[in-house]
């Protein structure tokens, strides 16, 4: 309950009039001041006015006044300039800090049609407890949201990047290849493909980019999917004699197999397939990272990943058993899949980290250009009548399912906000 209190302190939503401390000194709050997220008081720089005398200082909210002293903000240094101490529940008259200076309090009184609209958003099992009302908004609010949750997701999403910028010495190739291999993965592989991307180094690969035949030695091996001594497969044999000289000679050492999961997902998502559309995609490369600079608009950036499998896949799902002969390239929605989770999140990092806005724009329309996503998260918006008309949109509608609906967060959300803020109960 304290997050709705500081919710409603940050935006003045008070019953408001004559304001008095619980000392009966007038109160004018000015400024509410800057939410802090970290240690200290919840609010920073605020400003009010007791008794016609102006302060400014920190604010510390509680739900009972006597938490002031169960977190023991009494003996806190940093507690010495709180200037208002803000309560729901009066159930002691005095708290002093550290110094022994006495604190003014103040009783925060909800209004009853914000307690009821946020009781309503926080039980509600359904996933999206707001969706029923959304339709009262117009859509201005959605839009905005949008753009705003998009830039969100996307700076997520470059913490990661930059940290493997960090752990690999600022190198954006290997950061490319380790980006990409993880969402080869296609979410169950994920994982596991990150993992073999960081044992097996690019440069090895790149010493090898005139043979596909040691490359996809390379990635099956480190898989472990080449140490079966029973398989009568010639292909198997050769790459199995490749994979044992190549990690003699840079030190690999495989992982587990059963990091690989095949139940349950489509033959063409099959770990043995994805690694050689991988293998296949990552051979035939000098350079990763400087290609998506160059590129422009979604065709250029769509035409990196055409690329079929060497014969022998064209033939098989794994090894030993033959299928029916057909291509085995990347499909346009996987493709897209590539393109919003490795292109974009890496041309918006290098934009960001060189402080080049053509590469954040570039990225951004990249977004902008690519067909929305279909999922069930998307569905369920689109089923209320959300708007969705390229793959930004549906990244930002991902963020706020699984950032502040999941989580219940709707008092950090714009549309939660605004729904909260109507005065009439849901």
């Known amino acids: 309950m304290e997050s709705l209190l500081h919710y409603v302190w940050k935006y003045k939503l008070y019953v408001s009039g004559n304001l008095k401390t619980t000392d009966g000194i007038p109160l004018e709050i000015i400024d509410p001041g800057i939410y802090n997220t970290n240690a200290g008081p919840d ?59 006495t604190l003014p309090q103040w009783i925060l009184q909800v209004p009853e049609y914000v307690k009821e609209n946020y009781q309503y958003l926080l039980n509600r099992e359904q996933a999206i407890p707001c969706l029923s009302r959304t339709h009262e908004l117009p859509e201005i609010y959605w839009s905005d949201w949008k753009i705003a949750l998009t830039y969100e997701r ?52 790149l010493k090898h980019n005139d043979s596909p035949v040691q490359i996809e030695a390379l990635f099956l091996g480190q898989a472990g999917l080449l140490e079966e001594d029973a398989v009568e497969d010639d292909y198997y044999r050769l790459l199995q004699r490749e994979y044992q000289f190549l990690s003699q000679k840079y030190g690999l050492q495989a992982l587990e197999s059963s990091l690989f999961k095949s139940l349950r997902i489509r033959p063409n998502n099959f770990p043995h397939i994805k690694l050689v559309q991988l293998a296949g995609f990552v051979g035939k490369q000098q350079t990763l990272f400087s290609q998506l600079l160059e590129k422009e608009g979604l ?68 977004l902008e250009a690519i067909p929305p996503e279909k999922n069930h998260i998307v569905t369920a918006f689109t089923r209320y009548g959300i708007k969705v008309e390229h793959a930004g949109d549906t990244q930002a509608l991902i963020q706020l399912k699984t950032n502040y609906c999941e989580p219940k967060k709707c008092i950090f959300c714009r549309i939660g906000h605004k729904l909260l803020n109507k005065n009439t109960p849901m």
Do not use: C, M
């Not at 990047?161 to 752990?167: C, M, N, P």
């Not at 065709?299 to 098989?316: D, M, T």
């Not at 934009?351 to 329309?365: T, Y």
């Open 299 to 366: 065709k250029e950036f769509q035409s990196l990943f055409f690329s079929n499998v060497s014969n022998y896949w064209e033939s098989h799902y794994h090894f030993s058993k033959e299928s029916p002969k057909h291509k085995k390239g990347l499909g346009l929605s996987a493709i897209h899949i590539l393109l919003i989770n490795t292109v974009v999140p890496l041309l918006f990092a290098y934009g960001k980290k060189k402080n080049q806005d053509i590469f954040i724009n570039k990225a951004l329309d990249l």
């Open 154 to 205: 996307l700076e997520r999403k470059i913490q990661t990047i930059f940290q493997l910028l960090h752990d690999h010495h600022g190198d954006w190739n290997e950061v490319f290849y380790i980006t990409l291999a993880r969402n080869f993965g296609f979410g169950i592989n994920n994982d596991a493909f990150e993992r073999l991307a960081k044992s097996l180094p690019f440069k090895y690969i």
């Open 43 to 101: 609010f920073f720089n605020a400003k009010i006015k007791l008794d016609d005398k102006l302060w400014a200082g920190n604010v510390e909210i509680h739900t009972s006044a006597s938490d002031w002293y169960k977190h023991k903000h009494d003996v806190d240094k940093a507690y010495n300039s709180v200037i208002l101490h803000v309560v729901e529940v009066l159930d002691t008259t005095n708290v002093h800090d550290q110094s022994g200076r």
